[in-house]
Nanobody
Framework: QVQPVESGGGTVQSGGSLRLSCAAS????????MGWFRQAPGKERELVAA????????YYADSVKGRFSVSRDNVNNRVYLQMSSLRPEDTAVYYC????????????????????WGQGTQVTVSS
């Protein structure tokens, strides 16, 4: 199976916005929750947002709640992360990943359930 491919990263000033996109194969995407993770230098990878297989349920880490929005396009097998009011502490490599289980809506915040990682896209927020 082809791994997801993230895009849309870049360098922005504090307070700016970016929209990340993740393209995944049907095997990874269809009927699976999708998650967005990030990893900053010297820190562990953390789940920042997730969306259920239907798009009906979402999860956000407290650190991004109210600033980030996750969505998915189930026709074109894509998941998006709209990031606004960016802060220097949002600087990280951002990854998308698919849930190993099918049809999950209630435990999408379980970071251990995600597999099939992409290569990531770098987001840098300057102060």
């Amino acid at each position: 199976q082809v791994q997801p491919v993230e895009s849309g990263g870049g360098t922005v000033q504090s307070g700016g916005s970016l929209r990340l996109s993740c393209a995944a194969s049907g095997r990874i995407f269809n009927n699976h929750a999708m998650g967005w993770f990030r990893q900053a230098p010297g820190k562990e990878r953390e789940l920042v947002a997730a969306i259920s297989w239907s798009g009906g349920a979402t999860y956000y880490a407290d650190s991004v709640k109210g600033r980030f929005s996750v969505s998915r396009d189930n026709v074109n097998n894509r998941v998006y992360l709209q990031m606004s009011s960016l802060r220097p502490e949002d600087t990280a490599v951002y990854y998308c990943a698919g849930d190993r289980y099918l049809y999950r809506s209630e435990r999408i915040a379980d970071a251990s359930g995600y597999v099939n990682w992409g290569q990531g896209t770098q987001v840098t927020v300057s102060s």
